[in-house]
């Protein structure tokens, strides 16, 4: 099983290429997606519902999704333990959470959501590439005890996993009331409401056609119309971005996760 922090530190051209792919912003813009679909498994929209303020914070999920990508794949062997750590704690009181088959379909989430953003807001991901994306991604879900032989070896191993779970998914009345505090958030920040309708957008465009049939969002002509012209205008505005931008959100959610540990240690 290749190792994350190995994989992602450039020795090579082809190492550096990599190292862009996991350092860069753009599967943010997929976080959503990855939820929705990850949530679309009864037993995790069952434990996010009972156990996470989706209602009142509704991007802290998404935020700690982040961290906890950025803190395995590219942060250090410290970072993935704390990450990892704050995972298992918050897990500990929910039923299933440590489930392997779901475990490993929210990591597969994270992964098959990084290449879509990729695709759609900037360039075709080639399968070299892909290929050794899928291995760095592997430590997501053998952090949180799937067995390493569990994830899927190769893009088109992976793919005929994705299909035939998806496949098994089935949309419940809890996760449509957290898509609610998702996507139509009443006490989120001002800049958070602000953003929602685009996000709105990008998030049900991006979604497999049975999951957003599943989920009951309209899906016609018009909208997708508003699809197309928001990730038009936000891969232009992405190609304008000077890369260490696009690189700055890992640091800031790693240093944000290091504050909160210390936070945790003193009041010990």
Known sequence: MPDAHRASRPSSGRDRDLRRFLTDSTPVLSGGRAILLQIADPVVAAGVRRHSDFARRPQQRLAHTLMYVYAVVIGTPRDAATATGFVNRAHAPVTGADDVDRQLWVAATLFDSALW??????????????????????????ALRV????????????????????ADLRVTDDARGVVRDLLHPRFAPLWVRAAMPLVRVVTVGMLPDAMRAQYGFAWGPREQRRYRRATA??????????????????????RAMHRTAARHRAVR
Not at 147 to 166: G, I, K, M, Q
Not at 233 to 254: M, N, T
């Open 117 to 142: 953003a990729h695709e759609a807001f900037g360039a075709p991901v080639p399968p070299d590439l892909a290929q050794r994306v899928l291995d760095a991604y592997a430590p997501l879900g053998v």
């Open 147 to 166: 067995p390493a032989e569990r994830w899927p070896s190769s893009v088109a191993d992976f793919e005929r996993y994705w299909t035939r779970t998806l």
């Open 233 to 254: 205008a936000i891969r232009r505005v992405r190609s304008l971005v000077p890369g260490w931008v696009l690189r700055l959100p890992g640091p800031l959610l790693l």
